[in-house]
Structure formats: C-alpha cells, structure tokens
C-alpha cells in the first residue's frame, strides 16, 4: 500500500477538492498522485550520557605557610594547649632527636641531657606565632616541675577546661636516673595562661590553683590521654604507651621497659586546695575505672599484640557515617622487630562494659607516618567520608622512584640504619564505611621546600619534620562538637597550625637533628582535589 504524500512543490488544492483523509486511505488505499516528500526536520544528533567523573580521592587541596622561623621555641615531645586564640606550651625537650649511647656510656653521654628538657612554659598567640611570655617552671613544687619538664607526658583538657597531665619520662627526684612517673596533675588553663603572662608560676600558684594525684596505673610515657566523653563515658582514655624505668641506651642496662598494651579509664576529681590544706599542692583524687582488655593471667601474650604500641599518633574523630571513635594510628615497636604497626586500632562506644571496645582495622594498611605525628582529620557527610592527612615524621615505608621502599636495619655503618627514616611526605588515610586507603600527595612536601628549619650552629636546612609535631586546630574551623566539617568549608579557610617536631637533615641524620623552631599555618582549599598516588604494598602493581 502507498503512502500518500505532500511535498512542497506541488500546487495546492482547491478548497472544495475532496481530500484523501486518513481513514480513507487505510480503508481503499489513496489513488491520488503522490507527491513530492515534504522535508522533514532533521532530528538532533543525540549524544550518549558520558558516565559520571569518579569523585577525587582527595576533593581538597592543603596549603602549608610558615608564618615564623626562629622566633618560637624549638621544642618537641611537648604539652600544646589551646586557650582563645593563644597556645600553651610546656615541658618536652629542646634538642632533636634522643641519642643512642652504648650501655657504658650512657650515664657519661646520656640520651636525655638534662640541660636540654625544657624548664619554660610560653604563651603564644596562636594566629602568629609570637611569643607573648613566658615563665620558669622550676620555681613549682618539686613533683610539679619534674612532671612539667619531662619528656612525652600525655595530655588532655576537659569540657570545663580543665589541663589533666599524666605520666611522662623525667628526671628521679634523687638527679639520678631517669623513670616514668606515676603521677596526675590538674589545673585550669586559664589560671595557668594567666600565670605564664604574669610570671608567676610560683609556689603561692601551685598551692591555690594545682592538684596532684597518683596511681601505678598511671606511669606511662609515649602514649596518648584522651577524653572519654565522645564515647559517653566519664573520665580520661590513657592510650596504649610503655612504663620505661632507667637510663636509656642501646644495651639496655638496668633500665625495666613495660609496654601498656591496653587502654586505662581514669576519672579525676580535685579536693582541698593546697592553700586551704597547707600542703604545697592540691589534693587530685585518682580513680581507675578500667582497663581494656582486662589484665588475665590465662591471657595469651599473642592477644595483646597489636597493642604493644608507643609513640603513636591518637585523635578524635568522626567515623565515615558520623559516630565519634578514637582512633590510635600507627606507633612503635612489633614485639621483637624494630618496626611500626600499619593497621589502625579503633576506639568505639560499645553498649557492654566497659562502655568502649577496641578494634584491629586488618582491612586498613597506613604505610606511612608510623611514628607519632601532626594529624588533621576531616569529614564529610556528604561523601560519607573521614581524612586523615598526616605531615611527615618517621616511617616504615617510604616513597622513591614512583613506589613504596623499605629499608632492612644495618647497625653497622654510620649513621647508622634502622628501617624507620625521617619523610617529609604528605599523605591521607582515607576512611569509607566500607574500606580504607592511604594516598600519597604527589609533588608536596613538609616542611615544604625552601621552607625548612634551620639545624645546627651553621643553620643548616633540614627537610624532614613533622615526628612529635602537634596539628592544632582553628578553633574557627570547628563544628559545635570540635570537629572540622568539610561540607561547610565553601572558601580557603585556615584550619590548622603545625607546632614544633624533630627536624633532620637525611632520613638517616645520626645526629644531625634538632628541634624546630618553625611555625606553619595549614589552608583549606575546598573543591579542588590534590593529586595523588594510592599508596600499594610494595612490588604490588
């Protein structure tokens, strides 16, 4: 059957000719002429959907601005409290790295020189940098400035801004020898930031304003102390860490090293005053709530393993979905093995007691920055995602020639090696509900270049940093619950500071470090992704 046409050349019918209708034409067929094919209207070219871009591995940019050189203290291993706009800064040491002196010369050649434990506390403007003041510690009762001018004290404040310090590796009351201290400290920052600008840390200070406790439990140095309330219990999380009693040195003398593997629940409750007492501090009540996992005679030294950890980096964060957890990241060493952990451990609420459980992340490997390091941790809602960027310090791995390398330790050369170098590499821990992965910030650097504190008399540029360097975060940058919400950053916005550290000239310095005198600020550049490498296991394709 045809099909009846109209094109537009032909004349047009008059307006009483009959027309062939459509039913017409299904019924008889149309007889009529065809016509010319009208032209019709070309269809537009229909182009396929393209699939969506995969979302950025990373969908920010960090920018890393030295704002001081020179001007803070060169300190590490340190106590960094933020108050207002302002830090406090206490104890640790002013020299780089600890030395490593044979047995028989360890009490002539020690690892911790005394002259080089801070005795100062300074007031710094957090925006700056700028020393605003500082004051002698050793003008406190004897126990207070041993606390306070020891080495890896754990530290936390509490939601009413209260200062609890705990442990730490400081000098014996004796001058002889060192040990890990069995002591809790508490104090308001605000007194104390007011005291540091008045110079007046001071017995009359100690008496009115500080409260000492103690515990066996508490003696623990190179952890991490924590706030127990993100996982709606009270009190304090004292975070894995070790009890080292002795001297230090390769040969180990007769010094008595014991690794906590475990986390210890503390509440802290101040009593009288040392002005209202007549004693020399306040009364700190100690109480151990728990210890996780439980101290068992029939427990197999296998089940604490992944526990044995010290020198660490611990945080608060948020998990992918939202929930608050504590996570202990990294740390030294694997029982027998001078190596670092590459699989997280996750603190968790949990609806059984002790009301928080720990967890062995197998299915997250972190190849970098196993030693304790500055983290800053962000998260997104939206993509359902926590970061975790980490700024250098000292690794099990590292990256060379487009890939991950590790060396084997050789004691025997100079400087020696130990399979755990200083990086200046950059790198995220990306954490989704399902998997996590490490990624590699190609092409940045911290310290970044040209950049770098200064070592030595000569003042000799050192690009590794960022071992026991402190993230502190704008408190600007922070949600109501102090978490920084990368949904809500629709503009470069400073998030951060970067405080102190080890610097070193080689991944391998001998004793070519010192302790930095840099000071960084840390921009956020939303909505644009930072190029990088998914970090594999080494000969992995």
Request: proline share 10%; hydrophobic share 40%; with cysteine.
């Amino acid at each position: 059957m045809g099909r009846c046409t109209r094109g537009s050349g032909v004349k047009p019918r008059a307006a009483s000719a009959p027309l062939c209708s459509s039913l017409l034409f299904a019924l008889l067929g149309c007889s009529a002429t065809p016509e010319a094919a009208v032209p019709q209207a070309p269809e537009p070219d229909v182009i396929p959907a393209l699939p969506p871009l995969p979302a950025p591995d990373i969908p920010f940019q960090l920018k890393v601005q030295r704002l001081t050189s020179g001007a803070m203290p060169g300190l590490h291993s340190m106590i960094v409290v933020p108050f207002e706009d302002k830090l406090v800064l206490m104890g640790g040491r002013t020299n780089g790295l600890h030395g490593f002196p044979g047995q028989s010369r360890a009490t002539a050649n020690p690892s911790f020189p005394r002259p080089q434990a801070n005795d100062r506390a300074y007031l710094v403007q957090q925006s700056t940098g700028e020393v605003l003041a500082s004051a002698s510690v050793l003008g406190l009762p004897p126990n207070v400035a041993q606390q306070l001018t020891a080495s890896n004290t754990q530290f936390a404040v509490s939601s009413d801004g209260v200062l609890i310090v705990a442990g730490g590796y400081g000098y014996a009351p004796s001058g002889e020898g060192m040990l890990t201290l069995q002591q809790a400290m508490a104090v308001s920052v605000a007194d104390l930031a007011a005291a540091i600008q008045g110079n007046a840390l001071n017995a009359q200070f100690a008496a009115s304003s500080i409260y000492v406790g103690n515990n066996p439990a508490l003696a623990v140095t190179g952890g991490s102390l924590q706030p127990a309330d993100p996982l709606n219990q009270p009190g304090f999380l004292l975070i894995f860490g070790q009890q080292f009693d002795g001297v230090y040195s390769t040969g180990g003398g007769v010094a008595v090293q014991t690794y906590s593997e475990s986390v210890r629940q503390f509440t802290f409750t101040p009593g009288a005053s040392g002005t209202t007492s007549g004693k020399a501090t306040g009364a700190l009540q100690v109480n151990l709530v728990a210890i996780e996992p439980p101290i068992s005679r029939d427990r197999p030294p296998e089940a604490t393993q992944q526990y044995h950890r010290r020198d660490l980096t611990v945080l608060p964060l948020l998990s992918p979905t939202g929930a608050e957890r504590i996570a202990a990241l990294g740390g030294v060493f694997v029982p027998g093995q001078m190596a670092g952990f590459v699989n997280p451990v996750l603190i968790d609420a949990a609806p059984s007691n002790p009301g928080f459980s720990l967890r062995v992340d197998k299915a997250a490997t972190q190849w970098m920055s196993q030693y304790e390091t500055a983290a800053l941790p962000i998260h997104s809602q939206r993509e359902q995602a926590t970061y975790v960027t980490l700024f250098g310090g000292i690794s099990q791995y590292y990256w060379k020639d487009g890939k991950l390398a590790h060396d084997a330790p050789n004691f025997n050369i100079d400087p020696p090696v130990d399979g755990l170098p200083f990086i200046n590499s950059i790198s995220t821990l990306k954490m989704l509900p399902t998997s996590t992965a490490q990624f590699l910030h190609d092409g940045q650097a911290f310290p970044p270049a040209g950049l770098e504190p200064a070592c030595g008399s000569e003042g000799r540029a050192a690009p590794y940093l960022g071992a026991e360097t402190v993230f502190v975060p704008n408190a600007n940058a922070l949600d109501q619950n102090g978490y920084i919400q990368l949904d809500a950053i629709q503009r470069p916005t400073v998030v951060g500071y970067l405080v102190g550290g080890i610097a070193a000239i080689a991944p391998y310095p001998g004793d070519q470090t010192c302790a930095s005198t840099s000071y960084y600020e840390v921009t956020l550049i939303p909505n644009q992704a930072t190029t990088s490498v998914r970090l594999q296991a080494p000969g992995a394709g």
